[in-house]
């Protein structure tokens, strides 16, 4: 494990000494920037888990994923353009927030529990009570127990009063915290082999760890145009592997079920595969020169991949 962290720098940041920057330098590349995302992002400050590789890929922590989806619901929906907002480094880990960073930060009111106290006895309920003890007249017990019941009764309406007011309040305040999540954004937490040095601090390690995940428009609009194709013929060799169609080729994570059959049809094979506590689904579906195999998880494509026929 030790040389597997002392050669983190050669495998991550090969190509980091030209571009290395400081944690405010990282700051000014993405704080303000929009990215695209390519999946839903759960409305809590807990975020995405993003564990990277020695290789410098991103791989999500699903199980993490799916919890926060169902216990939080989504903030940012698969395909919104939404700002980056702060971008934080913490000792191994990189925060980087989107839209606010996420409900439940110092500050937020996450419990909407509301309590109550019930009524407590009146001062001549107590005094009945002793009175019954010390009573034997029969028509005097009947008297003293027909005023101590109805105090009794006034006393639980009222707490029945006080009771459901709580409870009425705890779901106002449930509905608006959920409110308010879905307005707090998300953020991604990229986790890494080993701490971070200043050094290591460049643009193109984050780019590189979230590409599966968001998409960068400001990149896209700077990549330089295609040339024009030469004049000359191509030399002789063997045909390139045909790309795949159209269809399977729209494929992007965040998809249902729902869609990707739409795309590609029925599967030819199902299977499953248990990751942890999770079940994934494994579909296999057949093109006009590929074959695609894709990975659900509760109905959601969180991975694919093409092979030849």
């Known amino acids: 494990m030790k040389r597997a962290i002392r050669i983190l720098p050669l495998l991550l940041f090969t190509a980091a000494t030209a571009h290395a920057q400081s944690e ?11 990215v695209v995302l390519r999946q839903d992002m759960p409305a809590t400050q807990l975020g995405v888990d993003i564990s990277v590789g020695l290789d410098g890929q991103g791989k999500m922590t699903l199980d993490a994923y799916s919890r926060n ?4 619901g989504v903030s940012l929906a698969n395909g919104a353009s939404v700002m980056v907002t702060k971008v934080k480094v ?14 439940g930060v110092f500050g937020d009111i996450t419990d909407p529990s509301v309590s109550w106290t019930p009524v407590p006895k ?4 107590r005094e009945l009570e002793k009175q019954l003890d010390r009573v034997s007249d029969h028509r005097e017990r009947e008297r003293i127990t027909d005023e101590l019941n109805s105090l009794r009764r006034r006393r639980d309406r009222e707490n029945d009063r006080l009771r459901r007011g709580a409870e009425d309040q705890t779901r106002a305040n449930a509905e608006a915290i959920a409110g308010r999540r879905g307005q ?6 990229l986790r890494f082999p080993a701490k971070l040095t200043p050094d290591q ?12 995940y968001v998409s960068y428009p400001w990149l896209e609009r700077a990549r330089p145009a295609a040339r ?10 063997p045909p390139p592997r045909p790309q795949p169609p159209a269809t399977s080729a729209s494929l992007k994570k965040g998809m249902t079920l729902a869609e990707v059959e739409r795309l590609l049809g029925q599967p030819k094979r199902r299977g499953e595969r248990a990751e942890g ?14 074959v695609v195999e894709a990975q659900f998880l509760d109905g959601i494509l969180v991975k694919y991949s093409f092979s030849s026929k």
């Open 24 to 34: 405010d330098a990282l700051r000014q590349y993405f704080e303000g920037k929009r």
């Open 69 to 72: 989806l169902r216990t939080y």
């Open 90 to 103: 913490k000792g191994d880990a990189i925060e980087f927030q989107l839209e606010g960073g996420g409900y």
């Open 122 to 125: 009146s001062d001549r309920e």
């Open 184 to 189: 707090a954004g998300s953020r991604f937490n």
């Open 201 to 212: 601090l460049i643009s193109d390690l984050v780019v590189r760890a979230l590409s599966q």
């Open 228 to 237: 024009p194709s030469s004049a000359k013929p191509p030399s002789a060799g």
């Open 277 to 290: 506590s999770l079940k994934l689904q494994i579909l296999t579906y057949e093109t006009a020169t590929d």
